[in-house]
């Protein structure tokens, strides 16, 4: 238990390198591909032919699609032709190698049509600009929605002070807390923060540690007594003697388990991927079919070489280069309007699975501020005439804790009568003159100090965890104040929706049991975990994974950062701090925590629509690839390759409009319980 300012007694007031070049890069080779394609397409013959056109009898014209679907295979189809070279060299084919065997067969095929070395009418012009286009477009989609806003590091970095004061002597120094050394001793001024980690070796002060323990009250710290960097001095300056400086700061151990738990978080394949994978060995393996067949079997060579390339060619995956990607987009979009930012699509994706969630306490379940629970009067006298004592006495003070009862006052509307001759004690309490008499506030300390006993309903109070304030007129106890950190109303909320889906509900947090049991039971939350340290909090996590859960863990300060990133998805509350957010996959704009629901929703609804895009797209190729390879030849029928176009189009198509209807998913919180 801790104090603060004016109460005294332990009861008392107490650089990540992100997406953005490669999504830059992907936006403007889209564009300048999108107008060479224009040329490239309207003078193709084959294009002309299938739409029914006559190009321009001029030479010069029939080398417009050449030169330019040249310039494009090379300069646009560079993404993926090393990609590709990637996947062979890993020995993992996928959409990159799909893709390259694609334009490369119909830059092949082209040329030589365009040379009158193979027939006329392989000429795949208008096909390969159509495919690089329509994959610029679809990796420009994805990169952007992979883009990251913030860095994790760089904001844990931003807790610690431009400059420390350091005694030479009697004389202080300001130099850059990387210039500090073990055995040091600096000066942390009132409101200053602690540079490095240390010990208290002179002066007394409340210390807001909520940064890195996320405990929502500050916390009574004297000499002999560690401090933390980053850590805050909220009334008193301090002197401490540096014990740990670097990379051996119990904040730097927290960024080092963040970057770690980045590192080693697993990344489910993407589903676009897989297929792309079969689809490869689909393809080669129908286009092998196609030669032993067509060519050996049947010895139709001019036959085998067309129906092969045609295969090869009507393979491309349009759809399935936009299947994943636009859901993502649109998702992302929608998210963003219903007030959930998704940064990393395959959190999104894993929510899903989630089975268990970890929430934070301080300003997740709870508001992380102090209110009034409930008011005690001594014999005789009421609550409102102890509730406006104790407001007079506090109105002068800062104090979150005065402020809770300053404001408690005046929600019930008391009149709040005028204070004199204010005083603070860090150890005792504050002090006021109020309509001629002397009014106390304060804790244990305080008691002592008056000699007075305090009330009964005190033991009860404490088994909650509750903050415990008594109020004294002319030395007398005329009452005490039970204070808390105030639970959000829509907590219950969240819980219970979350059990009806089948999911355990499980609470974190830096506080003492007490306090934590008492939140957890008014919730019905169905595990607790209580004073865990930053450290502890992955591990924590971990523990959870281990057995065998999927989790996603909620919160919003520094100690919440590691276990952010080592959770399956890691959601952050936006009004929490940069690094928690920078941790996370999935942040709420807002603070209601049955958001944490509408991200569910909408993870199943996006699977939903990426396994559907999955399967169209797909199916196209499943079905257009062996009616190319004339299976179907000896019925009379082989796939022309004008249909095999207008059946990739409409397989595009289908996949644009089917991700739409994401756009109707219902997000709001309150509609989600």
Same mark, same amino acid.
């Given at each position: 238990?801790?104090?603060?300012?004016?109460?005294?007694?332990?009861?008392?007031?107490?650089?990540?390198?992100?997406?953005? *070049?490669?999504?830059?890069?992907?936006?403007?080779?889209?564009?300048?591909?999108?107008?060479?394609?224009?040329?490239?397409?309207?003078?193709?013959?084959?294009?002309?032919?299938?739409?029914?056109?006559?190009?321009? *009898?001029?030479?010069?014209?029939?080398?417009?699609?050449?030169?330019?679907?040249?310039?494009?295979?090379?300069?646009?189809?560079?993404?993926?032709?090393?990609?590709?070279?990637?996947?062979?060299?890993?020995?993992?084919?996928?959409?990159?190698?799909?893709?390259?065997?694609?334009?490369?067969?119909?830059?092949?095929?082209?040329?030589?049509?365009?040379?009158?070395?193979?027939?006329?009418?392989?000429?795949?012009?208008?096909?390969?600009?159509?495919?690089?286009?329509?994959?610029?477009?679809?990796?420009?989609?994805?990169?952007? =929605?992979?883009?990251?806003?913030?860095?994790?590091?760089?904001?844990?970095?931003?807790?610690?002070?431009?400059? #420390?004061?350091?005694?030479?002597?009697?004389?202080?120094?300001?130099?850059?807390?990387?210039?500090?050394?073990?055995?040091?001793?600096?000066?942390?001024?009132?409101?200053?923060?602690?540079?490095? $980690?240390?010990?208290?070796?002179?002066?007394?002060?409340?210390?807001?540690?909520?940064?890195?323990?996320?405990?929502?009250?500050?916390?009574? %710290?004297?000499?002999?007594?560690?401090?933390?960097?980053?850590?805050?001095?909220? $009334?008193?300056?301090?002197?401490?003697?540096?014990?740990?400086?670097?990379?051996?700061?119990?904040?730097?151990?927290?960024?080092?388990?963040?970057?770690?738990?980045?590192?080693?978080?697993?990344?489910?394949?993407?589903?676009?991927?897989?297929?792309?994978?079969?689809?490869?060995?689909?393809?080669?393996?129908?286009?092998?079919?196609?030669?032993?067949?067509?060519?050996?079997?049947?010895?139709?060579?001019?036959?085998?070489?067309?129906?092969?390339?045609?295969?090869?060619?009507?393979?491309?995956?349009?759809?399935?280069?936009?299947?994943?990607?636009?859901?993502?987009?649109?998702?992302?979009?929608?998210?963003? %309007?219903?007030?959930?930012?998704?940064?990393?699509?395959?959190?999104?994706?894993?929510?899903?699975?989630?089975?268990?969630?970890?929430? *934070?306490?301080?300003?997740?379940?709870?508001?992380?501020?102090?209110?009034?629970?409930?008011?005690?009067?001594?014999?005789?006298?009421?609550?409102?005439?102890?509730?406006?004592?104790?407001?007079?006495?506090?109105?002068? =003070?800062?104090?979150?804790?005065?402020?809770?009862?300053?404001?408690?006052?005046?929600?019930?509307?008391?009149?709040?009568?005028?204070?004199?001759?204010?005083?603070?004690?860090?150890?005792?309490?504050?002090?006021?003159?109020?309509?001629?008499?002397?009014?106390?506030?304060?804790?244990?300390?305080?008691?002592?100090?008056?000699?007075?006993?305090?009330?009964?309903?005190?033991?009860?109070?404490? #088994?909650?965890?509750?903050?415990?304030?008594? &109020?004294?007129?002319?030395?007398?106890?005329?009452?005490?104040?039970?204070?808390?950190?105030?639970?959000?109303?829509?907590?219950?909320?969240?819980?219970? #929706?979350?059990?009806?889906?089948?999911?355990?509900?499980?609470?974190?947090?830096? *506080?003492?049991?007490?306090?934590?049991?008492? &939140?957890?039971?008014?919730?019905?939350?169905?595990?607790?975990?209580?004073?865990?340290?930053?450290?502890?909090?992955?591990?924590?996590?971990?523990?959870?994974?281990?057995?065998?859960?999927?989790?996603?863990?909620?919160?919003?300060?520094?100690? $919440?950062?590691?276990?952010?990133?080592?959770?399956?998805?890691?959601?952050?509350?936006?009004?929490?701090?940069?690094?928690?957010?920078?941790?996370?996959?999935?942040?709420?704009?807002?603070?209601?925590?049955?958001?944490?629901?509408? &991200?569910?929703?909408?993870?199943?609804?996006?699977?939903?629509?990426?396994?559907?895009?999955?399967?169209?797209?797909?199916?196209?190729?499943?079905?257009?690839?062996?009616?190319?390879?004339?299976?179907?030849?000896?019925?009379?029928?082989?796939?022309?390759?004008?249909?095999?176009?207008?059946?990739?189009?409409?397989?595009?198509?289908?996949?644009?409009?089917?991700?739409?209807?994401?756009?109707?998913?219902?997000?709001?919180?309150?509609?989600?319980?």
């Amino acid at each position: 238990m801790t104090e603060h300012q004016g109460h005294g007694g332990h009861q008392g007031h107490g650089g990540h390198e992100g997406h953005g *070049d490669h999504v830059g890069e992907f936006r403007r080779l889209f564009w300048v591909m999108l107008v060479l394609a224009v040329p490239v397409v309207g003078f193709s013959g084959a294009f002309a032919s299938i739409v029914g056109y006559e190009l321009p *009898d001029a030479g010069w014209v029939t080398w417009i699609s050449p030169v330019l679907g040249t310039v494009m295979y090379v300069w646009g189809g560079r993404p993926f032709l090393t990609g590709a070279v990637d996947e062979v060299r890993s020995r993992a084919p996928g959409m990159m190698l799909l893709i390259s065997l694609a334009i490369t067969v119909a830059f092949v095929a082209s040329w030589g049509a365009a040379l009158g070395v193979v027939a006329e009418h392989l000429d795949f012009w208008w096909e390969l600009a159509l495919l690089i286009v329509i994959m610029l477009l679809g990796h420009w989609i994805e990169m952007r =929605s992979l883009a990251r806003t913030s860095s994790a590091l760089d904001s844990l970095a931003a807790l610690l002070p431009d400059e #420390a004061e350091r005694y030479e002597g009697e004389q202080l120094v300001t130099v850059h807390p990387d210039d500090l050394r073990v055995g040091d001793v600096v000066l942390v001024r009132p409101g200053g923060s602690v540079p490095a $980690d240390g010990r208290i070796v002179g002066g007394e002060a409340g210390m807001d540690e909520s940064m890195v323990t996320g405990e929502s009250r500050t916390v009574r %710290r004297g000499p002999g007594e560690d401090v933390v960097a980053g850590t805050v001095a909220t $009334d008193s300056g301090l002197r401490v003697e540096i014990t740990a400086t670097g990379e051996d700061t119990a904040l730097a151990g927290i960024r080092r388990l963040v970057a770690e738990a980045q590192g080693s978080s697993s990344r489910a394949q993407r589903l676009a991927d897989t297929a792309a994978g079969w689809l490869f060995w689909f393809a080669l393996g129908a286009a092998v079919i196609t030669v032993l067949v067509w060519g050996l079997l049947l010895g139709y060579a001019d036959d085998a070489v067309t129906r092969t390339i045609t295969v090869l060619v009507i393979a491309c995956p349009h759809a399935l280069g936009l299947a994943i990607p636009l859901v993502v987009s649109i998702a992302t979009e929608r998210a963003a %309007r219903g007030g959930v930012l998704v940064k990393d699509r395959l959190a999104l994706e894993s929510m899903r699975t989630v089975d268990a969630v970890l929430f *934070d306490k301080t300003g997740t379940l709870t508001r992380g501020e102090p209110v009034v629970i409930a008011v005690e009067p001594a014999e005789g006298l009421t609550e409102a005439e102890v509730l406006a004592a104790a407001a007079a006495a506090e109105t002068a =003070s800062e104090h979150p804790l005065a402020k809770a009862i300053v404001r408690a006052a005046a929600e019930r509307g008391l009149d709040v009568p005028p204070a004199g001759d204010f005083s603070s004690s860090p150890a005792l309490g504050v002090t006021a003159t109020v309509a001629g008499r002397r009014i106390r506030v304060g804790g244990p300390h305080l008691l002592a100090e008056e000699g007075r006993e305090e009330l009964p309903v005190a033991e009860r109070w404490r #088994a909650d965890g509750a903050i415990i304030l008594h &109020v004294l007129r002319d030395g007398r106890v005329i009452g005490a104040l039970k204070l808390a950190d105030e639970i959000r109303p829509e907590s219950r909320e969240a819980v219970t #929706a979350l059990h009806r889906r089948g999911i355990e509900v499980v609470m974190i947090t830096g *506080d003492a049991r007490a306090v934590a049991e008492s &939140v957890g039971a008014e919730l019905g939350i169905d595990r607790v975990f209580a004073g865990v340290r930053p450290e502890d909090k992955a591990a924590t996590v971990r523990a959870l994974q281990d057995e065998g859960r999927r989790v996603a863990m909620v919160g919003d300060g520094v100690n $919440d950062a590691p276990a952010l990133a080592q959770a399956d998805v890691g959601i952050a509350i936006g009004a929490g701090t940069d690094v928690a957010i920078a941790s996370a996959g999935v942040i709420l704009a807002g603070d209601d925590p049955r958001s944490v629901l509408s &991200v569910i929703d909408l993870s199943k609804a996006g699977y939903r629509k990426m396994k559907q895009n999955l399967w169209w797209a797909a199916g196209y190729n499943l079905i257009s690839v062996p009616l190319a390879a004339g299976v179907l030849a000896f019925a009379g029928f082989v796939l022309p390759m004008s249909v095999g176009a207008l059946l990739m189009s409409l397989s595009t198509i289908v996949v644009a409009l089917n991700a739409q209807l994401l756009r109707k998913l219902d997000l709001n919180p309150q509609n989600a319980v």
